[in-house]
């Protein structure tokens, strides 16, 4: 039983499948001075797309914050293929979450922070790089998820004035809400001076991180958001960054950072399938992002790619 939802939830095809049912297709932003039968308002009300997280979906709000270059991509050589320039996103080109919008027909989702654009028919961007569910995770260099609900907030405000209370709720509940959150809330243990792990087990560290994103989650739905979309956790101490931490280890994965986000992951597959059962009309989509890329890697000629490096193999250990 468990293993055929894991199956039926964890797909790639499944993923972009529910973002095309419940976000296509919009015409425009139309405001409440505008005089049409309603039945045609909402025939053509826009479905925003709004994403939080950190820096696989961050398309450029780190650009306008007071940080790092650790937490930037604003510089070569990121964006180098398909924008030709360096837009923020820690990329060569598009995103996920671009590649999403394009599917659904909408243009691409600018980052809140975007100076001059206060147009969120479509929705907009709030993710993060080097963010986390936690306030602490590299605290002052970020938008942590909690701050950038708080940016939520302001745009539901704007839809409100704009569309007015009816057809603002509409539009909200409408809309899908996509979220990629955690890895640096691990990340962090092993890349600061964190003392975390000293304080809390494991499991009880991840029981609050998932707390927060739980959190979160509610107060979406509780102003009217049922369509959700996540992204789960790479092996991340398997990324080469993580596998230099200890030099002791040669080069192999720090198990300690990959148990970390097996537990979260676990934890996020039950939390979702649990709210899907107590909240009315929630609905969500999980990408198992994790095991996709690791059968693109292993397998990449099934997906398009004729050849990979010779030693891509070592990201698995």
């Not at 939830?9 to 976000?23: E, M, T, Y």
């Not at 709004?50 to 937490?71: K, P």
């Not at 009816?166 to 092993?190: C, P, Q, R």
């Not at 927060?212 to 092996?235: M, P, Q, S």
Request: charged share 20%; net charge positive.
């Amino acid at each position: 039983m468990e293993k055929s939802l894991i199956l039926a939830k964890l797909s790639s095809i499944f993923f972009i499948s529910l973002f095309l049912q419940v976000a296509l297709i919009a015409t425009c932003c139309r405001g409440k001075s505008q005089l049409q039968p309603k039945k045609h308002v909402a025939a053509a009300m826009v479905v925003p797309f709004f994403i939080f997280g950190d820096s696989f979906l961050d398309v450029g709000n780190n650009n306008y914050i007071n940080t790092s270059t650790l937490d930037q991509a604003n510089f070569w050589p990121y964006g180098e293929t398909y924008f030709n320039f360096p837009t923020g996103r820690f990329s060569d080109g598009r995103l996920l979450s671009d590649f999403i919008a394009k599917h659904a027909n909408l243009p691409l989702i600018p980052p809140f922070l975007q100076p001059g654009f206060r147009q969120y028919c479509h929705g907009v961007n709030f993710a993060s790089a080097g963010a986390g569910a936690l306030a602490d995770t590299f605290k002052g260099f970020v938008i942590d998820l909690r701050t950038q609900l708080s940016y939520y907030y302001k745009v539901e405000s704007w839809l409100r004035q704009k569309l007015g209370n009816d057809e603002s709720k509409m539009t909200i509940s409408k809309a899908v809400y996509l979220f990629s959150i955690g890895s640096n809330d691990y990340m962090s243990l092993f890349l600061t001076n964190s003392t975390a792990l000293h304080n809390y087990s494991d499991s009880t560290y991840v029981g609050m991180v998932i707390g927060n994103l739980t959190t979160v989650i509610k107060e979406i739905y509780a102003k009217g958001g049922r369509k959700f979309g996540f992204i789960n956790l790479l092996d991340l101490g398997c990324l080469p960054g993580m596998r230099i931490i200890k030099s002791e280890n040669n080069g192999s994965c720090l198990e300690d950072a990959t148990s970390l986000a097996t537990l979260h992951n676990r934890a996020l597959f039950k939390l979702l399938f649990e709210l899907e059962k107590r909240l009315k009309g929630f609905k969500y989509s999980l990408f198992d992002f994790n095991t996709n890329l690791k059968q693109r890697m292993l397998h990449p000629s099934k997906y398009g790619t004729c050849k990979l490096l010779p030693n891509y193999k070592y990201f698995f250990g």
